[in-house]
């Protein structure tokens, strides 16, 4: 039976919202399991349902610098996304930097214009702007917004942010740079497997944590697992035949969506200062996207 594409598009929607998940789930794991064993396990059973829904990836067939690279740059943002989580002081902060992982939208859309030789338009840079202003709204917390807050809330967890904001940096990388090396292969299997190789490592050298295991405990591994495996797998399915254009467009609301699952799956009250910011987040990415699609619009017309 063949996939039409509204179905398609229906699975990129389902993989959005898995997506929006993640933060709040993988924050639960690493509480019960440690923050480089639970990841661990997150993608140890993450690899297993992409094997069952996508199946072995065929090595030989891909290209070696996407082989290279795009393993590279996707294990270096797993890692340096989930341990960033787990490590976190405590929910409201793992909040926090989820938000700051969702700056890769603009850097992104700011990294092809780079590498599509485009002209850095005034529209683009007010998206950049109002992005990293909402993020540092956030990271602000409780307190106005002021230079001295945000540096000591950084300061309470730096290693944290400095991972959050590298994988953001790490992710728009692998978004531009995999789509131009990849050859028309998909590596999720291959790289899903390759960072819980490199999980298990890191877990070999850190202090033996106890896993608390309880049926609340696995039942959230579990969750965890199928919205980090099966949101790449769907998403797979929804940009080789669905409305990508739609998903694309719908992507840029992840931070709202993935903030409400966080607050929920976290039982955290947030601020409405922190709102404020996620809803800057969000329409500094989408203001980013118009920018971009006004100037492709002006270069086709022209």
């Given amino acids: 039976m063949k996939l039409g594409q509204h179905a398609a598009t229906f699975y990129g929607v389902i993989s959005i919202l898995l997506w929006s998940t993640m933060v709040g789930l993988i924050r639960n794991v690493s509480e019960n399991f440690g923050p480089v064993g639970g990841a661990a396990l997150v993608y140890t059973t993450g690899t297993i349902v ?3 829904v996508m199946g072995l990836p065929k090595i030989s067939l891909y290209p070696k610098r996407y082989l290279f690279w795009g393993s590279l740059l996707f294990i ?3 890692i340096c996304f989930v341990l960033a989580l787990g490590l976190a002081n405590n929910r409201q902060q793992a909040i926090e930097l989820g938000m700051v992982n969702y700056l890769w939208p603009s850097f992104t859309i700011a990294l092809a214009v780079f ?3 485009q002209r850095f338009t005034v529209l683009l840079s007010i998206g950049l702007v109002l992005a990293f202003s909402g993020l540092l709204w956030v990271i602000s917390g409780d307190q106005p917004i002021s230079f001295d807050a945000i540096i000591n809330n950084i300061k309470s967890n730096p290693l944290c942010y400095l991972l ?3 994988g ?3 992710w728009s990388f692998y ?3 995999t789509k131009r090396i990849s050859g028309g292969h998909n590596g999720m299997v291959l790289f899903f497997m390759m960072t819980s190789l490199g999980l298990w490592g890191l877990y070999l050298f850190e202090e033996p944590t106890v896993f608390n295991v309880t049926f609340n ?3 959230l591994l579990i969750l965890a697992s199928i919205a980090t495996g099966g949101a790449n797998a769907l998403w797979t399915l929804a940009v080789i035949k669905g409305n990508v254009a739609f998903l ?3 992507s840029y609301f992840t931070p709202v969506i993935s903030t409400a699952f966080s607050s929920i799956l976290l039982s955290t009250a947030l601020t409405l200062g922190f709102w404020q910011g996620v809803l800057m987040v969000t329409i500094g990415s989408i203001t980013c996207y118009i920018a971009t699609r006004q100037y492709s619009n002006k270069k086709h017309i022209n």
């Fill in 168 to 170: 953001a940096i790490l």
């Fill in 76 to 78: 270096s943002y797993e």
């Fill in 50 to 52: 992409l094997m069952v």
């Fill in 248 to 250: 694309g467009t719908l």
């Fill in 217 to 219: 405990s696995v039942s």
């Fill in 175 to 177: 978004s531009n740079v």
């Fill in 164 to 166: 959050a904001f590298i």
């Fill in 115 to 117: 590498f599509n030789r």
